[in-house]
């Protein structure tokens, strides 16, 4: 059994329906068993209850046996949720219509806010691949197939019992080279490029951060973020949907580097500054950024101006709007607002017609540009209607921290911002106090500025403003 070193976690669930996306678990069975492939496999069983929050329906209930009242006094899934991720710790995750039980567990922590990633060993794949001429799979056949011993059938610690067993009566009927053939084709695992080592994704943290894909030469060909880099990086060479750039990447691609962050906001951050500084060839998207920029109102009459990022100075950000991704952005933004509020397109810089504007041909402006309209009343209404965009005073003095803390660990982010401008992030407080003697000079990102606003206005993380130390 060296296959499935070190560990097997057979699991069953019981559920109030089908679907795992709104159904939820009322019972968890998992038989963890563990082998080093040479002495005998260690076993430990363990099954809950757990309370759905929700009734179950009537002919579930007949089905499992598990009613309303037996769950009542259970735990919610997020008390065994930890119980859960224990049981299955490195172990191959296997179950009988694997996808169900998987999908499940992966919506019941997606809920709680966590992932949750394993090897999917699915049974009825395994006996369809070692038994092809049967023609049932469900349980109860390979039970009959194989005479195997059962006790509490649909109980989800009976269920999860009788796949141990399967297993075990799979090596007392087949060569070992046989089984291990089909398992390695049934586990779910990507097919990563040939020229990758198989082991490239295990090296990966399920956690956030950066992934670098190299190719032969020295700069990357594609860099990414993700919340969890490994689940991230097999999804690039899944076999289910390969995106063009993916199949080109899948092609070049020789070796894997990458960068843990505390959170999304520092994967993204750091993201950005590498698609930037080494412009990697096959990030098309990101690098089209670079004439990002924000708008400016000048006075009544005046045609509102595209300022690009990398003319505008950060301390005078409020009273612009913005930012946008794209001069195009900025006036498709613009002809929406237009077109919401009855404005003048030849005001806005939209078109440059002699006499009425288009719109107001088709009735849709109010006449700044026949006069029916005071250029300062359409000032107003312009002013008001951009108001949402404004980008937000800076709300300190100076530089100050965004604190990010990683779910798992203890490891803290302080992303160091003055003036929507990003200055650099430092892991402690010692590389913070040399950031703040010697602070960079805020440069203005319009793509890390969005998401800056987003995150100080969502107000989910902890901020603190951040003393100026002056060196003078
Ligand atoms: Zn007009």
């Not at 469900?138 to 999860?160: E, Q």
């Not at 301390?315 to 613009?334: C, D, I, M, N, V």
């Not at 200055?423 to 407080?429: F, S």
């Amino acid at each position: 059994m060296s296959l499935f070193a070190p560990a097997l976690a057979f699991v069953d669930l019981e559920t109030t329906g089908t679907a795992a996306a709104g159904d939820a678990i009322t019972e968890v069975g998992i038989v963890r068993v563990e082998t080093d492939g040479v002495g005998a496999p260690r076993v430990s069983e363990w099954s809950t209850l757990v309370n759905p929050g929700v009734p179950i329906p009537p002919e579930i209930q007949a089905l499992t046996g598990i009613t309303d009242a037996m769950v009542r006094a259970a735990p919610p899934f997020a008390a065994i949720a930890g119980e859960v991720l224990q049981r299955t710790a490195d172990a191959i995750f296997v179950a009988h219509n694997a996808r169900f039980d998987y999908g499940f567990l992966k919506h019941a922590f997606a809920r709680l806010d966590r992932t949750f990633t394993a090897r999917v060993l699915c049974t009825v794949k395994l006996s369809r691949r070692l038994y092809p001429d049967a023609t049932r799979h469900n349980l109860d056949s390979i039970i009959a197939r194989h005479a195997l011993p059962v006790a509490g059938r649909h109980r989800a610690l009976g269920d999860a019992r009788a796949l141990w067993a399967f297993v075990q009566a799979l090596y007392r009927e087949l060569p070992e080279e046989t089984i291990a053939v089909a398992a390695k084709r049934v586990l779910r695992t990507p097919s990563l490029p040939p020229q990758l080592a198989p082991e490239a994704l295990d090296a990966l943290p399920e956690a956030p951060g950066v992934y670098l894909f190299y190719g032969l030469n020295a700069l990357p060909l594609y860099v990414g973020k993700s919340k969890n880099l490994r689940e991230r990086v097999g999804a690039h060479f899944s076999s289910d949907y390969r995106s063009p750039t993916d199949l080109r990447v899948s092609a070049e691609i020789r070796r894997i580097e990458f960068e843990e962050t505390a959170g999304e906001i520092g994967a993204l951050l750091r993201e950005s500054t590498l698609v930037k500084s080494l412009l990697p060839a096959h990030n098309h998207a990101l690098r089209r950024k670079e004439e990002s920029g924000v708008l400016a109102l000048g006075e009544p009459g005046d045609t509102p101006r595209f300022i690009p990022a990398a003319a505008v100075e950060p301390s005078a950000l409020p009273g612009h709007y913005g930012p946008f991704t794209s001069r195009r952005q900025a006036r498709e933004t613009l002809r929406h607002l237009a077109s919401d509020h009855a404005l003048c397109w030849k005001v806005l810089g939209l078109e440059k017609r002699r006499g009425a504007c288009f719109a107001r041909q088709v009735k849709r402006c109010a006449g700044a540009c026949v006069g029916a309209e005071p250029l300062a009343a359409h000032h107003d209404r312009l002013t008001a209607a951009l108001a949402p965009l404004a980008v937000p005073r800076w709300p300190f003095a100076g530089p100050a921290a965004l604190r990010e803390r990683a779910l798992v660990g203890d490891r803290v982010d302080a992303h160091v911002i003055d003036q929507w401008c990003w200055l650099g992030t430092a892991r402690d407080d010692g590389e913070l106090g040399r950031m703040l003697e010697a602070p960079p000079r805020p440069v203005f990102d319009a793509d890390i500025a969005r998401l800056l606003i987003r995150a100080f206005t969502r107000g989910a993380h902890d901020v603190v403003p951040l003393a100026r130390v002056t060196t003078d």
